[in-house]
């Protein structure tokens, strides 16, 4: 299993942003295979639930996937020499404020359900104050 560590998180005033790291270790990332590294967040109370995926091999980045309340607002990507994936976060709104978890080795490709990844993070808490 891939270890995920993420970062970036913290407290922003509505309408500022913040970048998220997803550092990956305990695996090579070979130039041939491909791979999928996503982001998801969990609001107190509520469920898991997905906010951006990335699809990629070598340097070539094959999907990148949205939820839609985020669409124009995050950019996901990876930089493969660090083995991290970013969210990039804009124009942030209080309905952002969740844990947000890096996840990786999904079951399928275009995975969209938590219970569909098999790798997780430990999460970064961000907070958007109005």
């Known amino acids: 299993q891939v270890q995920l560590v993420e970062s970036g998180g913290g407290l922003v005033q509505a309408g500022g942003s913040l970048r998220l790291s997803c550092a990956a270790s305990?695996?090579?990332?070979?130039?041939?295979?491909?791979?999928?590294m996503g982001w998801f967040r969990q609001a107190p109370g509520q469920e898991r639930g997905f906010v951006s995926s990335?699809?990629?091999?070598?340097?070539?980045?094959?999907?990148?996937d949205y939820t839609d309340s985020v669409k124009g607002r995050f950019t996901i990507s990876r930089d493969n020499a660090k083995n991290t994936v970013y969210l990039q976060m804009n124009s942030l709104k209080p309905e952002d404020t969740a844990v947000y978890y890096c996840?990786?080795?999904?079951?399928?490709?275009?995975?969209?359900?938590?219970?569909?990844?098999?790798?997780w993070g430990q999460g970064t808490q961000v907070t958007v104050s109005s």
């Open positions: 990335l699809t990629w091999s070598g340097s070539t980045t094959y999907y990148t």
């Open positions: 305990g695996r090579t990332f070979s130039r041939h295979g491909r791979y999928v």
């Open positions: 996840a990786a080795d999904p079951k399928i490709y275009g995975a969209r359900r938590a219970a569909d990844f098999g790798s």
